[in-house]
């Protein structure tokens, strides 16, 4: 019968050098993949400006129409009212 060999456990030096191993590549890894995008370039920019201003047109039409105008008009006279 032969006896099971047992693991040998690693030296602190050997795992202070995988990590540091392992931290290395880590940091490659991230050099490599580049600087992430932080924001909007100049054509998103004007993309979302021109879809803003068209959203607060749209919703300027919609309030200051007759039956919006009216329905507001409506409930604050019911409000000040029901005091």
Sequence with gaps: MTTPSLPVRPRPA??????FGDWLRHRYRTMAAGPP???????????????????AAVLYKVV???TVSGALSDVLDRALHAV
């Design 37 to 55: 995008d932080a924001g909007m370039s100049t054509a998103e920019y004007a993309i979302g400006t021109v879809a803003a201003c068209a959203f």
């Design 64 to 66: 200051t129409s007759g």
């Design 14 to 19: 050997t795992r202070a050098v995988r990590r």
